[in-house]
């Protein structure tokens, strides 16, 4: 079984096939292959099953866009083209891949919060002026109140929340990722003096935050667009020697961002998103690497509740920053924007990445129903939620894995290496042919509709065909 491939961009090739984990090669000019996917010309005397890139070069199409991105796209275009590749494939042969999906759950999501408050007494007058007038206008009459008084010092401070955030996922049974800024008011270069927020970090806080299982990441202010602030980022928060994820404030973000977090040391970033929308920025649900950088990956944001709740957002252009209109949705508007988000998952696999802002859990903005709301319709799917850093390991591990197979008469032998059995969620192994084919499976597994899953918990895998 073996899939031969002729193409000029190494980066497009590799990272196309980490998105579709099945055995390939580079092509060799006289070994035999099941199927060679090229351009016609650039493999002349070819005679055998050949996947022509002349009319529809998948390659291309996916590598563009998980590099620069698409505005206002709400189709995950790179895992629709890998689903077209997979057809094409399984034309010529048994295909066997390791699904973006553990064994266990359909798809993963990762609940992150952006931090940029944590009190009501460190904001501006007219920020919490504002946000109780609001407040009394939606008839939360006590709740305007209270903000005014804390800005005084005067009661329980409404916009300390960390406790709150804790009992409340407790209760749903999950755990989350908080990005904190490393600067207080410093706006960073280049940037609209309001982005500026008003906290030092509580140090008692992010360890006890991590100590629980949730996890802290950078909320960068300069590190998109230099490496030496990169780290005196990190270094600011304090994660005692592990490379940390990273946010953006405000989603600020250039073609050279990747390649500069790389350099700054983050694990992964998860920045590639939209402040107006929700949707497929990046065309797809799974974690990749970018083309900039060498260890750094990407975990694409999808669904940010300002994006779907707001009327508009700041949005930096050649003229400076202007005003850009989001959805502007209803929590049940909310709801099916984000259900269709949830069925493509359901469908491709990968993750789903949900931002709720921290402050967002109380009145001005209470959208915690509808936070609880979603939490609970992926659970219903079978998801497993979690942590952004936990769902980067878990991609990390199936990049690691090295898939390989042959058939030997009736006998399909599957060999993964550097399979971690030990990883909780494991990973699954999907055969591509008629389950009714199959007398026995040496491993747990699952029947499909044209496919078998394995549990990929054993480095040897041998199913047995009728």
């Known amino acids: 079984m073996s899939i031969g491939v002729c193409y000029p961009d190494q980066y497009a090739i590799e990272e196309t096939f980490q998105l579709l984990k099945v055995p390939w090669e580079w092509y060799v000019h006289g070994r035999r292959y099941d199927v060679v996917i090229a351009y016609r010309a650039d493999v002349p005397g070819h005679t055998g099953n050949l996947i022509d890139l002349t009319e529809n070069d998948f390659f291309k199409k996916i590598s563009e866009i998980l590099n620069t991105g698409q505005m206002h796209l709400h189709e995950p275009v790179c895992d629709i083209l890998l689903g077209e590749l997979r057809e094409e494939l399984k034309k010529y042969m048994i295909l066997v891949e390791i699904p973006p999906a553990p064994w266990g759950h ?5 609940l ?8 009501v007494r460190e904001c501006r007058f007219v920020t919490v002026g504002y946000a109780a007038f609001r407040c009394i206008v939606h008839g939360e009459i006590c709740a305007g109140l209270r903000l005014g008084l804390s800005r005084f010092g005067i009661g329980s401070d409404s916009w300390a929340l960390f406790a709150r955030w804790k009992l409340f996922e407790e209760q749903m049974g999950v755990r989350s990722t908080f990005f904190f800024v490393p600067k207080k008011d410093d706006p960073g270069v280049r940037a609209h003096p309001y982005r500026a927020v008003g906290y030092n970090l509580n140090p008692n806080v992010l360890h006890d935050l991590i100590r629980n299982g949730w996890e802290a990441g950078v909320h960068g202010i300069d590190n998109w667009m230099d490496a030496q602030r990169g780290k005196q980022e990190i270094d600011a928060i304090s994660f005692d020697g592990k490379a940390p994820g990273n946010r953006t404030h405000w989603l600020l973000f250039d073609q050279n961002s990747w390649k500069v977090l790389d350099e700054a040391g983050y694990s992964y970033d998860t920045t590639f998103g939209y402040n107006d929308d929700a949707g497929f920025r990046a065309g797809t649900l799974q974690v990749y690497r970018p083309r900039t950088a060498k260890c750094l990956l990407e975990l694409p944001l999808h669904i940010q509740d300002l994006g ?16 850009t209109p989001c959805l502007h949705l209803d929590a049940a508007g909310v709801k099916e924007h984000c259900a269709r988000i949830f069925d493509f998952a359901k469908k491709f696999g990968g993750t789903v990445t949900v931002l709720w802002h921290y402050e967002n859990l109380t009145p001005p903005r209470d959208w915690s129903g509808v936070y609880a709301d979603l ?21 990390e591990r199936r990049r690691t894995a090295v898939i390989e197979y042959d058939m030997n008469k009736n006998i399909l032998s599957i060999r993964i290496h550097n399979l971690d059995s030990l990883h909780n969620p494991p990973m699954r192994v999907r ?8 007398s026995h499976i040496d491993n747990e597994f699952a029947i499909g509709e044209g496919y078998i899953d394995i549990s990929g918990t054993r480095p040897e895998i041998t199913v047995t065909l009728i």
């Open 106 to 110: 359909p798809y993963m999501v990762a």
């Open 431 to 438: 055969v591509h042919l008629d389950p009714a084919r199959v």
């Open 375 to 395: 939490v609970k319709r992926v659970q219903a799917d079978g998801a497993w939620v979690t942590t952004a850093g936990a769902v980067v390991e878990w991609f």
């Open 308 to 323: 779907l709740f707001g009327k508009f957002c700041w949005a930096p252009t050649e003229n400076g920053w202007v005003k």
């Open 112 to 119: 992150t919060h952006d931090v940029d408050v944590t009190s």
